[in-house]
């Protein structure tokens, strides 16, 4: 790989030590390309500078990227087809592999056991989405400029724009530091007309009253029925991927901004809930 060698994860005793351990080694990449402090971050210039080349490819349905080794040098692929702000984090995930050419995640007692092969493998996938989000978003550098912001949909899109990534990676990054009273909510349809819903909230306690929770949970309440409708009829109009921008709504003290998709099989909507 170049004179240059890639950060690596390391031996995992405890599942204490993911978090900084993500966080150490996204740094250690960030420093030894020259982009420490960098925003928002290059990964086709990070790649470049520890010799992995960087090209799209025609990939298997469901598959984004992957590292390929079929040289002296690994070679990222990614999908050409997805937006810009994917391609970033999917080259990122990429790299991120590059972390576990020595060890694998396995804690203690799951080494040299053959079964449990697809643990590992699903946990390496995870923290590689981990070192993505880290490398584009790191804590610090994320939590410096987001202190400036008043929590609403409009920062949101500002981050965005500064980081270069998805609003919803930005808002996924908020929930992962609880550093807004923010959930992220998605509902999605397949081909087969099958309804799939998924639903996170943060609250940080050092800014809300543990009885603003009730409170919370009610208005999203409100503000997740509002976006059941909005998603039920436009889908009954088949308009899911034709709409312009996203809606918004206040509901309560929550500012609600849902984004219509479509992605491969799936139609559907993401919404943002903000609480103000």
């Not at 991120?96 to 946990?123: D, M, W």
């Not at 050092?206 to 039920?232: C, F």
Request: proline fraction near 5%; charged fraction near 25%.
């Amino acid at each position: 790989m170049s004179q240059y060698s890639f950060p690596q994860f390391g031996l995992i005793e405890s599942g204490h030590v993911l978090d900084p351990r993500v966080r150490d080694v996204a740094q250690g990449i960030r420093s030894t390309c020259r982009q420490s402090k960098r925003v928002p971050f290059d990964p086709f210039e990070c790649a470049e500078y520890f010799g992995v080349t960087v090209h799209a490819a025609t990939l298997p349905p469901g598959v984004s990227g992957r590292v390929v080794f079929d040289g002296e040098a690994p070679r990222i692929e990614f999908r050409p087809t997805d937006s810009e702000r994917r391609i970033r984090f999917t080259v990122c995930h990429e790299l991120g592999h590059l972390c576990f050419l020595e060890r694998k995640p396995a804690y203690p007692k799951e080494r040299n056991i053959r079964f449990t092969v697809s643990t590992i493998q699903a946990r390496e996938e995870k923290l590689c989405n981990r070192i993505a989000t880290e490398l584009l978003m790191p804590r610090a550098l994320f939590l410096r400029r987001l202190a400036g912001l008043t929590p609403c949909a409009e920062s949101l899109t500002v981050l965005a724009g500064i980081f270069d990534v998805s609003t919803m990676a930005v808002a996924r990054r908020i929930c992962e530091l609880a550093a807004w009273s923010v959930g992220v909510a998605e509902l999605f349809v397949s081909e087969s007309g099958v309804k799939h819903r998924w639903w996170r909230i943060a609250v940080k306690s050092s800014i809300r009253p543990k009885v603003d929770r009730q409170r919370i949970d009610q208005e999203i309440g409100r503000a997740l029925s509002w976006v059941e409708r909005v998603t039920d009829r436009r889908a009954s109009h088949g308009t899911y991927w034709q709409a312009t921008g996203p809606w918004e709504r206040e509901v309560g003290q929550l500012a609600v901004r849902v984004w219509p998709y479509r992605r491969a099989q799936n139609i559907g909507f993401l919404a943002v809930v903000l609480y103000h």
